[in-house]
């Protein structure tokens, strides 16, 4: 277009000189001109020639064309003012495409199954249960190696991190284990029933490791759950929060 800009701001003089020649003799000179109808104008691609009226001139070594006939192939608007000797041109505004960009999101959807009893997600060890405050993550299950009261024991591996209240205790006393149905409580057995760990309080900040023994387990299962309870202080008292942590195999 800036080339275009060039030849046209000189065929512009050039065309006036000889547009108006007849109307302003005694004031503009008359010169010796040829004419090139055989010019080509290469516009985007497109290959054309001006229109008869509308010729390219050869004047003094200079190619002058015609103006009016650029600005149409270019779609702008010409304008010429006889009074002030101005030849006006504007370029057409530019055209804006839009496109549509269609993109695949993709789609979460929460199913809310609070109120069907029934409900449990099941998943894989190690899990985690988050609380205010706190939260326990039951870490793995595994068969002791020694016998207790003639019984296979199993221990369950806990962990408890308080994050941000003033203290809180596992109570590992009514612990239960429920694995495909079939629920066990907490080792009958004498001493080493929970880990030590347990008796003491865990403050804010601070992180316990310990475990549960239960006695008579069948190790060939594919889903259960653990229960216990949490004694919670908040400096305004305790409360005792029931927990349950849902794993499969």
Known sequence: MKSWKAILMGFAAGAMCMATTPVFAGIYKVVQAQLMPDVLFDIDGKVVGSPSNQPVVNYNGYIYVPIRFVADSLDCQIAFD?????????????????????????????????????????????????????????????????????????????????????????????????????????????????????????????????????????????????EFQMRVNDDSGDTIEDIRIDFKK
């Open 82 to 226: 006889p009074v002030t000797k101005r030849v006006t041109m504007v370029s057409p505004e530019p055209e804006v495409i839009e496109k549509v960009v269609e993109k695949e999101v993709e789609k979460i959807v929460y199913v809310d199954q609070s109120d069907d009893p029934d409900y449990v997600v099941y998943n894989k060890l190690p899990v985690t249960v988050y609380r205010d405050g706190y939260k326990i993550a039951l870490r793995t299950i595994m068969m002791d190696d020694e016998e207790g009261g003639g019984k296979k024991r199993t221990r369950t591996y806990l962990t408890v991190e308080n994050t941000d209240i003033s203290k809180v205790s596992l109570m590992p006393y009514e612990a239960k284990l429920t694995l495909d149905g079939v629920e066990y409580d907490v080792s009958s057995s004498g001493g080493g029933r929970w880990d030590d760990n347990w008796d003491e309080t865990i403050k804010k900040e601070e992180e316990r490791e310990g475990y549960i023994l239960f006695d008579g387990v069948d190790y060939d299962y594919s889903k259960g759950s653990l």
